[in-house]
């Protein structure tokens, strides 16, 4: 439709008709800088879209039969207020702030990683291959370190697929990724009846992972070192996205894969880097919990992490540091329902309606506020 | 292979097409309207979870079905709200909105029945032959020994390429999806158009729902009945192009990917894994959207609140 167009600052040309497949998901782009714009909250609004969804939630806890009081100290007891409580809100912190971190990686550079519970789910197979079948035969110092090796590369190459068939067939990521989803939760499943199976369990678990392969813990409690490396997640996503090269192109791509293309980046490359940092982290949910809560492969281990680390993000304004904060609220949350469900016969799923709530309240609140800035403009 | 042909298979198939068509038939119109709904997960359950308390409370399922609409429309109104009055995002908004059915569901099962639903005779909704045309060969067996649901399917799917092709509402439907900005600037109530989509497209999911759980599963309600059959939905819904004759035979598709597993047995010999056909309908999608995904063009606005 139009001529050529020619990039003035370096003379290339730049053809319209064979436009990168990313580009053309232009609409898809624009939301992402809406999202990154929209969710750029203060915190008190963020503050404020939790205690309406806690309110609500303890609300269910009367509907269900408790009391306030009752529900409020179960609360306290299974988050700061015994050592139990934290132990328990942190091991539930950790996969969850994997996701959050791993996720923040492929949002930023704009590619809608939905397919973190896939990537999890197959870093957990990884995990397994490595602790408990390679393990066994490798010198002991490098079983951890492989294990956790294996999954990463998993994770990685599972989002991987998903940007290759975007950038080389145009498949929107947001619907591959749910697809992958399903696909790695039922490979699990493939897995543990039949070519990881333990032959000398009449469940459907891999073998256990060997002593060696398991994360360490803290003590003699159930705290593993999952935690650990979640925090250093944090802050290498962090130094990646903000302080590197890298960094900025990735978030180029983000904000506008069109002009990142004008200036030369590489937007395919990017697209497919981006999914393989964000898989990798991702997976390693899945590595902590199987050598560091599970020990085996099983199927159902995550209780739908991948959707929780998503929720966090979002909530977090796709910041990292942030997601530190409020993944440790979600553990709580998490510990919470988990210890209402024994003590007072509250469901746990409590916790999903907790979780689920706030990103509704702010992304209507950033919504209608973006519609009035525009009609502001306008006037 | 010859039990590839036999009429016990694509009768299965088009009985487990049914649920995924009618999400699929709403998701398409409101998707034309330019509203990504990933919330049709959450829909679908919420349906689900409706038909199998109503019905189990009123004791007919006809009711159940019913009420499962109605909770669909409810839900989707406010999803609407949401989505089309306050503009929100449409992905978080649909992620927040599947964690919070997920878990409501869950805790109203256990609140509401703890010691289990009970479950009516589902027989309203079992297959009924038609008179003539079920005696046809091989076509009578697949097509025309159906639940009711299939049969009303039938009349929907062609009523819904007509709608949207051919009458003025469907052409508003379309403007407002494919130009939000030019439609509102032409006087349309885009706002209204996708509240009312989303209406439709929330009643189409919870009839979806009560399908799944009333027929398929026998009016047996569990945490998570669902299971990802929403973004089934959705990938189906785009990869269909957007046109309800396309997204009718996807949706057979995916019915006889499930419907592999009866067969499994006599064809395979009982060597496959279960894994495997649980795994199909979703490998099925995943090489459909590899096949089609660059040469669809969507709605130009789709995922796009209107901010005007």
Redesign the interface.
């Given at each position: 439709m139009t001529q050529r167009e020619t990039d003035t600052r370096s003379g290339t040309e730049v053809e319209p008709s064979r436009a990168p497949?990313p580009v053309r998901g232009g609409?898809?782009a624009?939301?992402v800088e809406?999202?990154a714009r929209?969710?750029d909250r203060p915190w008190p609004s963020i503050i404020a879209a939790f205690v309406v969804s806690l309110g609500i939630g303890l609300l269910?806890v009367v509907?269900?039969?408790g009391t306030a009081a009752e529900a409020v100290d179960v609360a306290y007891r299974s988050t700061v207020g015994s050592q139990q409580g934290m132990i328990d809100s942190l091991v539930y912190t950790t996969p969850r702030l994997l996701v959050a971190v791993g996720v923040i990686v492929a949002l930023r550079s704009g590619q809608?990683n939905?397919g973190a519970e896939g990537q999890l789910q197959v870093g957990a197979i990884g995990a397994a291959l490595g602790g408990a079948f390679l393990a066994p035969s490798i010198p002991g110092p490098l079983a951890l370190p492989v294990s956790l090796l294996l999954a990463m590369v998993f994770g990685a190459l599972w989002a991987g697929l998903a940007a290759v068939?975007k950038v080389w067939?145009?498949?929107?990521e947001?619907?591959?990724t749910?697809?992958?989803?399903?696909?790695a939760i039922?490979?699990v499943?493939?897995m543990v009846?039949?070519a990881m199976k333990d032959p000398s369990s009449t469940f459907n678990q891999s073998k256990r992972v060997i002593a060696v392969a398991e994360l360490p813990r803290f003590g003699f409690t159930r705290l593993h070192y999952g935690i650990v490396i979640a925090v250093a997640c944090v802050v290498l996503v962090w130094f990646l996205l903000d302080r590197t090269a890298l960094g900025l192109r990735l978030r180029s791509v983000g904000y506008n894969p069109v002009a990142s293309r004008y200036q030369q980046l590489r937007v395919g490359r990017l697209t497919v880097a981006a999914m393989l940092i964000s898989g990798a982290v991702c997976a390693l949910a899945g590595a902590g919990e199987t050598l560091g809560v599970q020990f085996r492969l099983i199927q159902g281990f995550s209780s739908?992490f991948g959707?929780?680390g998503?929720?966090i993000a979002?909530l977090a304004s796709l910041r990292p540091g942030r997601a530190l904060v409020i993944a440790l609220i979600f553990g709580g949350i998490f510990s919470t329902a988990t210890r209402l469900q024994q003590e007072l016969g509250?469901?746990a799923?409590?916790?999903?309606?907790?979780?689920?709530?706030?990103?509704?309240l702010l992304?209507?609140?950033?919504?209608?506020q973006?519609?009035r800035a525009?009609?502001k403009g306008?006037a | 292979m010859h039990n590839l042909v036999e009429s016990f298979f694509w009768a299965s198939a088009i009985a487990l097409a049914a649920p995924i068509l009618l999400a699929a038939l709403g998701e398409t119109f409101a998707q034309r309207a330019g509203v990504f709904t990933?919330g049709i997960e959450g829909l679908m359950l919420s349906g689900a979870f409706g038909a199998a308390a109503v019905a189990s409370w009123s004791g007919d399922v006809i009711v159940g079905f019913a009420g499962a609409a109605l909770a669909g429309a409810v839900l989707g109104a406010l999803y609407g709200v949401?989505?089309v009055l306050?503009?929100?995002?449409?992905?978080?908004?649909g992620?927040?909105?599947?964690?919070?059915v997920?878990?409501?569901t869950?805790?109203l099962r256990?609140?509401l029945f703890p010691t289990g639903m009970e479950v009516p005779s589902t027989s309203a909704l079992d297959r009924h032959e038609l008179p003539l045309l079920g005696d046809l060969p091989w076509i009578g067996e697949v097509l025309f020994d159906q639940s009711p649901i299939v049969y009303a399917l039938y009349v929907l799917t062609p009523f819904g390429v007509f709608l949207l092709f051919r009458t003025r509402v469907g052409l508003l439907v379309r403007a407002v999806g494919d130009g939000a900005l030019a439609s509102s600037a032409a006087g349309i109530r885009v706002p209204r158009i996708r509240m009312w989509v989303m209406v439709v497209n929330g009643t189409l999911a919870g009839a979806a729902g009560a399908t799944l759980v009333l027929v398929n599963a026998g009016g047996v309600f569990v945490?998570n009945l669902v299971d990802?059959r929403g973004?089934?939905v959705?990938?189906l819904t785009?990869f269909a192009r957007w046109h309800p004759g396309w997204v009718a035979l996807g949706a057979v598709l995916f019915g006889a990917a499930d419907a592999l597993q009866f067969i499994a047995q006599a064809t395979f010999g009982g060597h496959v894994?279960?894994?495997?056909f649980?795994?199909a309908p979703?490998?099925l999608?995943?090489a459909a959207?590899?096949v089609m995904?660059?040469r669809s063009r969507?709605p130009?606005?789709?995922?796009?609140?209107l901010?005007?």
């Open positions: 497949d609409d898809r624009r939301s809406r999202l929209l969710f269910l509907l269900a039969g809608f939905l068939l067939r145009g498949c929107d947001l619907i591959t749910l697809l992958l989803n399903f696909i039922y490979l499943q493939l009846q039949g739908g959707f929780e998503l929720a979002f509250v469901t799923s409590l916790a999903y309606v907790v979780e689920g709530l706030p990103i509704v992304a209507c609140a950033a919504g209608a973006a519609l525009q009609r306008i | 990933i949401a989505v306050f503009r929100a995002d449409q992905v978080v908004v992620i927040g909105f599947n964690l919070i997920l878990g409501a869950s805790m256990r609140g945490d990802g973004y089934l959705l990938a785009m894994p279960t894994a495997v649980l795994m979703y490998l999608a995943l959207w590899v995904g660059k969507a130009s606005d789709l995922g796009v609140p901010l005007a």
